[in-house]
């Protein structure tokens, strides 16, 4: 097959196979079956269905090749995309391949099987429920386990080429930062500062660009964070922007700040006590630190700089950003993936993980957030996101 559509060379996929497969030995699984659209390309190449209407399926058994089952419409992109040899084809429009499945199951003797899906935490189905009820009836020797925990702990675990697309990702957010920062004046809108920022992340070949920001005056009651707005910038104004962009499907995510005018003295003070709790946590990463430390590491940082009130009792951030629930995620492929770096997760991080790591206070004077993307190395961090994290003064 031709590599010139495929986002990475076919051992990185068989390495993938290879470790899944691994996983299915320890687990005690015959094959896994994949559906969502994101699993669907992690494990094959090919996208994933685009409008709920065509699933898109992969089977990969523990012995023998993998099985792509796929809509007549999307035969020939698979074919240039994918790396997986087996492709089978359906026409019905809106429906579940269910003969074609079933006849899958029995040349690769999974009728009796133990198979792995997409069914617990964090994961879908990327299929109708409906149908797959309907194909495990049609099944009754077959047992569909849970394969959520075999998934993410591959896709937590990038390899070094999907480190590269999103070191790529990174530096494009960080240039489009810096373009940002020094062209925005007072008198600009946050849509104004937002379309920089999105064109040049475009012009450097980032696809998929988000931004959300604030400008001030500061009101978050609605608990979410809004798109950029007709807001003016104006002298005393903290511009808050959080933005990402894809590099072949693999994401960055963080935020920088910039003072319109010179900063107060509290608005000065609390950048640098917040910047100081990011950079402490973000040194402090490293394989075999649990995510739940690096979150009560944030807790005991805010409480040293006598911030114990506004942080609140929460594990993230202050009382209004509080209901985010964590300091930080997990980024690949999705822009917030697992881990989450909360007080809820125990996970161990590992070389090869990207996290995010973003402490947040909000006050009617300014929102403090400083968000980095790390490599989690066996020589400590790796800090993919190279824009400086000074507060820049507009």
């Known amino acids: 097959m031709s590599s010139e559509y495929k986002r990475f060379p076919r051992s990185e996929y068989e390495s993938r196979w290879e470790r899944a497969r691994e996983g299915m030995r320890a687990e005690g699984l015959d094959a896994l079956f994949i559906t969502e659209?994101?699993?669907?390309?992690?494990?094959?190449?090919?996208?994933?269905?685009?409008?709920?209407?065509?699933?898109t399926i992969m089977v990969l058994p523990h012995k023998g090749s993998p099985v792509l089952?796929?809509?007549?419409?999307?035969?020939?992109?698979?074919?240039?995309?994918?790396?997986?040899?087996?492709?089978?084809?359906?026409?019905?429009?809106?429906?579940?391949?269910?003969?074609?499945?079933?006849?899958?199951?029995?040349?690769?003797?999974?009728?009796?099987?133990?198979?792995?899906?997409?069914?617990?935490?964090?994961?879908?189905?990327g299929m109708p429920y409906n149908d797959f009820v309907r194909m495990t009836g049609e099944l009754p020797g077959a047992d569909f386990i849970d394969a959520s925990d075999l998934i993410w702990g591959l896709r937590m675990v990038k390899s070094d080429a999907e480190v590269e697309y999103m070191r790529k990702a990174c530096s494009i957010s960080s240039r489009a930062f810096e373009k940002c920062f020094s062209?925005?004046?007072?008198?600009?809108?946050?849509?104004?500062?937002?379309?920089?920022?999105?064109?040049?992340?475009?012009?450097?070949?980032?696809?998929?660009?988000?931004?959300?920001?604030?400008?001030?005056?500061?009101?978050?009651?609605?608990?979410?964070?809004?798109?950029?707005?007709?807001?003016?910038?104006?002298?005393?104004?903290?511009?808050?922007?959080?933005?990402?962009?894809?590099?072949?499907?693999?994401?960055?995510?963080?935020?920088?700040?910039?003072?319109?005018?010179?900063?107060?003295?509290?608005?000065?003070?609390?950048?640098?006590?917040?910047?100081?709790?990011?950079?402490?946590?973000?040194?402090?990463?490293?394989p075999g630190i649990k995510a739940s430390d690096l979150s009560q590491l944030c807790n005991r940082e805010f409480e040293k700089a006598g911030l114990k009130e506004i942080w609140g009792d929460g594990d993230c951030s202050s009382a209004q950003s509080n209901r985010a629930n964590r300091v930080g995620h997990g980024i690949g492929m999705a822009t917030t993936e697992p881990p989450h770096i909360a007080l809820f997760d125990d996970t161990e991080l590992k070389a090869g993980m990207v996290v995010t790591i973003e402490p947040t206070v909000v006050t009617n004077y300014g929102h403090y957030n400083i968000e980095s993307n790390v490599l989690v190395t066996e020589d400590g961090p790796d800090v993919l996101s190279t824009a400086t994290t000074d507060l820049i003064v507009i």
């Open 69 to 125: 089952i796929v809509h007549d419409f999307f035969e020939h992109s698979q074919q240039r995309e994918s790396w997986v040899d087996d492709i089978r084809t359906y026409s019905p429009f809106g429906a579940l391949p269910l003969d074609m499945l079933k006849a899958v199951w029995e040349e690769l003797g999974l009728n009796t099987g133990r198979i792995g899906a997409e069914l617990g935490t964090e994961q879908r189905l």
């Open 37 to 55: 659209a994101a699993n669907y390309t992690y494990f094959s190449g090919g996208h994933g269905d685009f409008s709920f209407s065509r699933p």
């Open 183 to 286: 062209t925005v004046k007072p008198g600009m809108t946050e849509k104004d500062a937002a379309t920089i920022l999105y064109d040049t992340a475009v012009e450097l070949g980032g696809a998929a660009v988000w931004t959300l920001s604030n400008s001030g005056p500061y009101n978050y009651e609605s608990g979410f964070l809004p798109n950029p707005s007709e807001h003016v910038l104006e002298e005393g104004n903290l511009l808050w922007i959080d933005t990402g962009c894809k590099v072949n499907g693999y994401s960055s995510d963080f935020s920088r700040v910039a003072a319109i005018g010179e900063p107060s003295s509290e608005q000065k003070k609390m950048y640098d006590i917040v910047n100081g709790v990011s950079n402490t946590a973000v040194a402090a990463i490293r």
